[in-house]
């Protein structure tokens, strides 16, 4: 059964990213789907209105929603966007339930389908629909490069005729994804890398690369794959010893979150004061308030000498790989979405059910009802 699928316009400011680029919508065609694209969606991807093939390109979004049956998105779409769609219609993006619940469940109520993209469980059959994982691959590479940017030094140790220089020393805190990225590029870069994760199961990892662990005796691995949130007790423990390896850095990236909680406040002002000035603090999780106590969302800081950067939506600074590997989440999420009878959103299946957010009127996700 064809199906018509739509491609919006992001409109949050400085969003970069389609939700679809065109070698994967051009599978959807070939599979027998019609493919609306909103004109101008792909262009800061990298992806002019020409570049589409045999998509449809739709000037009005309202058009383009009230055609379609399902509605592919990067962010969570404005109000008029949800209410132009028909019933029945589905949305699949980051529609960030945390804190967009109220626009979502409005949106429910008119008979929309929602899928959060961000909340794909995390076992091994929806690797391959883990956009909270692609993304982060991007973010974990670009911060290193912001940090090489703005750093007052060269990572790699280089002998020159005019003298020898010392290799950058970073510690990257946090092995997750983002982390484990940021390790890599700041080692291909040439620097000394140290990590800290309150995972024990993340020393293998870490090492893998090329890293030393930071070992603090603190273990707070929880279910999927997630750090808990500490006790005062191993808060206290870990700022000890992470002080010490911060005082040496050069180059400090932190990456460490809980998914729908504010950032959990790792560096303290104090820690701040006893590096060197010139060293830098480029903080992932500036969008949920950041680890860093100096850290101001969408600026940098200057604390003494040492630069406190707090960059949004680093993703989107790479907006064609990250919309390429976004592209592949969803479409591999469609694979499961679409069979011979058209689209068919089976709550049987886990995947679909850790997703799904609204369904039939209502939110229907555990977590959010």
Not at 158 to 179: D, E, F, M, W
Request: charged letters at 20%.
């Amino acid at each position: 059964m064809t199906l018509c699928i739509g491609i919006i316009a992001e409109t949050a400011e400085g969003e970069r990213r389609v939700a679809l680029d065109p070698p994967t919508a051009a599978k959807l065609i070939q599979a027998g789907h019609q493919v609306l694209i909103q004109s101008g969606a792909g262009t800061r991807a990298g992806h002019p209105d020409t570049a589409w093939g045999d998509c449809e390109v739709v000037d009005d979004v309202a058009s383009l929603v009230d055609r379609a049956d399902i509605v592919l998105c990067v962010r969570c779409p404005t109000e008029k966007t949800f209410a132009a769609a028909g019933q029945g219609t589905l949305f699949i993006g980051q529609l960030n339930p945390f804190t967009n619940l109220k626009l979502l469940t409005t949106a429910a109520g008119r008979g929309l389908s929602l899928i959060a993209m961000e909340l794909i469980p995390r076992i091994t059959r929806a690797q391959a629909m883990d956009v909270l994982s692609s993304q982060a691959t991007v973010a974990g590479y670009q911060a290193v490069i912001i940090a090489a940017d703005i750093a007052p030094r060269l990572f790699p140790m280089l002998t020159t005729a005019a003298g020898t220089l010392r290799p950058a020393k970073a510690v990257v805190i946090g092995a997750g994804v983002a982390g484990l990225q940021a390790i890599a590029t700041a080692r291909r870069l040439g620097a000394q890398v140290e990590a800290y994760d309150i995972r024990a199961a993340a020393r293998e990892q870490v090492e893998s690369l090329g890293a030393k662990m930071i070992d603090t005796g603190v273990d707070a691995e929880s279910e999927g794959g997630y750090a808990r949130e500490l006790t005062e007790e191993e808060k206290a423990r870990q700022a000890e010893a992470l002080a010490r390896h911060l005082a040496r850095a050069d180059v400090v990236i932190s990456t460490a979150a809980i998914p729908g909680r504010p950032a959990p406040k790792i560096i303290t002002e104090a820690m701040v004061d006893d590096m060197a000035p010139g060293s830098v603090i480029v903080d992932l999780a500036a969008e949920t308030g950041g680890n860093c106590e100096l850290t101001r969302p969408g600026e940098t800081v200057d604390h003494g000498g040492v630069l406190v950067h707090g960059p949004l939506d680093l993703p989107s600074r790479a907006a064609l790989h990250a919309s390429e590997m976004y592209a592949k989440n969803v479409h591999n999420l469609l694979t499961l979405l679409i069979d011979e009878t058209g689209l068919n959103i089976n709550t049987e299946d886990e995947v679909i059910a850790g997703c799904l957010l609204g369904h039939g009127g209502q939110i229907v996700h555990e977590k959010f009802k």
